[in-house]
């Protein structure tokens, strides 16, 4: 067991700074004079970041807000929006439905922010104002930007600026505009867009949603944009550049570029998708307007400007000097980049690929790909070691859904097998204590990960038993960030002995008796234990990624994975699924409590119920069309069942009308 002294000194050095800050609560309608200490003391805006220091925490209640020139952001203060107004955990908002507007009155300065600003579930609204970024490198994540007659984002001299499952649409000056990029300690890598949409945003210039140019030379600043499973739709530019006008260094991998046009009906055009003035990598990337009428203009890549582009396993629609791939990427719904849903990044997007795409498991992986593991909407990237073209990634067939993960998560049956979070591969941080520098330690995103995944389980109602960690400090920290406390089991650390993968086995089929058991281990560790014939059935090498987790069900003879989660699967559970995020199989529920999913469905449904008991399927004219036992959950597949509308009883008298037969 973990000594106690060293505990408590871990949790001075490394928890104290993520959780010992101060939390303001902000409300548009605040009464004057609040102190902001409580959603019943609700403050004005304008108050709280008057009032904040480095390392507070603003929570913002649904609603609008005005921010004029003359309003400081203060530095290292994180703002998060999407709250009802009654949370107590900031895991409980929904940025999608509850939506918390900033409206711009004039250019909005940050000055020399860095990484711990951080803008969070906020809704920035046009027609007037824009974000001036000067210096520094602070992140947006959640974030909208929209109906802007400026460009939105106006960025100088900026470092990794990041913006991660932002949206950028229908502003009427391009979106974003990065001048000048200095170097910055993450080997290299300049401005980051991970998982973002930008749709719909036009310019009489270049560059119609983004525009990177930096007048500084390859020895001044080395830096490389990076833009990553982000999708460009329907952006235009009169002056060329439909989606994107590269003058700077930048590196694309898995975008999907749709619809994107540059200038007028007479001119000559300068690339549809991208005009290329720089040293530009493109790979895994879909780049397809759908018009193949207009070959001959239909030039979607244009390096007229000077720079060089190398194109890796692409998709270019007429393109055989940069495509791999030039016929349809077949993806749900070409009209509909939101879904039904009208989110961006939940699980009916309309630009994932259908299941007969040529774009499933043609992307190649790069050395790049562990810097950023997830699709456009939260899902791991790496499924069987192959990787798809475009920023969707379908997962491995047969496991089993998020809802009915979390369901099990609640229930604290599951063994949860993490790779420890994100670490510092020069090592360079000197970890939370003496003994593990020199060594490879967590980075602040590392641990951020870890804290974050632990709220989010205590958001969900996941209750946890054992803590296992390797005896390796990233481990141990990964654990200890999370759930504040962890046991050392040296046979979690290496080797591979029958007496050690004994040991490893013994922790994995054991069924939890007090909460979820939690095991924090390497990517060496997990592939002994699950992928020994290297068949890759179950794992394959490198598969699971820095804060990745392996959902393990045992049933006390044995175990099998029943799915994989990323950080952003966790963090980003309640917004992609709402209606399940609540407690299910706790103990006072009423016996006909039953919870269908999805619905609408299209082949197969599953069902969850509050107590075991028998669960009819009947159409609406009673006639059944399956029953069956139902413990806690089951799927069940309806293949042969018509079109229609369909009710789902239980023997308790719980019903739930669902339909069934719409196409995916």
């Known amino acids: 067991m973990n000594n106690p002294a060293l505990l408590l000194c871990v949790f001075l050095l490394v928890v104290s700074p993520l959780q010992a800050a101060d939390t303001l609560f902000v409300a548009a309608d605040a009464a004057v004079g609040a102190d902001g200490q409580s959603w019943q003391s609700a403050m004005s805006l304008e108050g709280a970041l008057a009032e904040a220091a480095e390392g507070d925490q603003i929570w913002l209640g649904q609603g609008a807000y005005t921010l004029g020139p003359a309003v400081a952001m203060p530095k290292g203060v994180r703002l998060y929006g999407g709250f009802r107004g009654d949370e107590a955990l900031r895991e409980h908002r929904d940025w999608f439905r509850r939506p918390t507007v900033m409206l711009l009155l004039d250019a909005w300065a940050l ?100 525009l990177v140019e930096s007048t500084k030379s390859s020895t001044e600043s080395n830096a490389t944009v990076q833009v990553v499973s982000c999708v460009f739709d329907s952006n235009h530019a009169e002056a060329g550049g439909g989606a994107i006008l590269a003058a700077s260094d930048t590196y694309i991998t898995n975008t999907t570029f749709i619809r994107n046009t540059a200038g007028a009906e007479s001119s000559a055009l300068r690339g549809h998708a991208m005009w290329v003035q720089s040293d530009v990598f493109l790979q895994n990337s879909i780049l397809w307007n759908g018009d193949l009428t207009e070959t001959e203009r239909l030039l979607a890549v244009d390096t007229a400007g000077g720079g060089a582009l190398e194109s890796v396993a692409n998709l270019v629609e007429q393109d055989f000097e940069y495509g791999y791939w030039t016929i349809n990427p077949d993806v749900v719904d070409i009209d509909d980049v939101l879904g039904p849903d009208g989110y961006f990044g939940t ?85 939370p204590s003496p003994e593990c520098f020199p060594g490879r330690n967590l980075i602040l995103e590392g641990r951020e990960q870890s804290h974050d995944i632990g709220r989010a389980m205590e958001a969900n109602n996941a209750p946890v038993g054992d803590a296992f960690s390797s005896t390796a400090c990233r481990c141990w920290e990964t654990l200890q960030l999370m759930v504040g406390r962890y046991e050392k089991k040296s046979y979690w650390a290496g080797g591979d002995s029958d007496a050690i993968t004994e040991q490893r086995w013994t922790d994995l089929r054991t069924k939890p008796t007090t909460g979820n058991r939690l095991i924090s281990t390497h990517d060496a560790v997990a592939n002994a234990v699950f992928n020994r014939t290297l068949d890759g059935y179950q794992l394959t090498t490198a598969e699971l990624m820095e804060g990745d987790c392996l959902m393990v069900l045992p049933d006390g003879d044995t175990a099998s994975i029943v799915a994989q989660w990323c950080s952003d699967t966790w963090e980003r559970y309640r917004v992609r699924f709402p209606e399940e995020a609540v407690s299910v199989g706790s103990a006072g529920q009423s016996a006909d409590i039953i919870n269908v999913y999805p619905n609408p469905a299209t082949d197969h449904l599953t069902i969850k119920v509050a107590t075991p008991q028998l669960v009819t399927i009947t159409d609406v004219l009673g006639n059944a069309v399956w029953s069956g036992w139902v413990s806690d959950y089951r799927v069940v597949a309806l293949s042969a069942a018509s079109r229609g509308m369909y009710v789902v009883r239980t023997a308790s008298g719980g019903g739930v009308l669902v339909q069934l037969g719409v196409q995916p």
């Open 111 to 210: 000055d020399n922010h860095d990484s711990t600003t951080r803008f969070d579930g906020l809704v920035f609204q046009g027609p007037r104002g824009s974000i001036a970024i000067n210096g520094g490198q602070p992140a947006f994540y959640n974030c909208r930007f929209t109906n802007f007659d400026a460009t939105p984002v106006q960025a100088s001299n900026v470092g990794r600026l990041r913006f991660e499952f932002c949206v950028f649409d229908h502003n009427r000056s391009r979106a974003v505009h990065i001048s000048d990029i200095v170097d910055a300690p993450s080997y290299g890598y300049g401005p980051f867009f991970g998982q973002s949409l930008f749709w719909a945003n036009r310019t009489e210039g270049q560059g119609g949603a983004l």
């Open 347 to 431: 699980d009916d997007d309309g630009l994932r690929l259908s299941s007969q795409s040529v774009a499933l498991d043609a992307g190649v992986i790069d050395r790049f790909v562990n810097h950023n593991n997830t699709d456009a909407i939260g899902n791991p990237r790496l499924v069987g070691r192959r990787i798809e073209m475009g920023a969707y990634e379908q997962q491995r067939e047969g496991r089993l859904a998020p809802a009915a993960v979390m369901n099990l998560l609640q229930q604290g049956r599951l063994v949860v097998f993490f790779r420890h979070a994100k670490t510092d591969w020069g090592q360079k941080d000197r970890g």
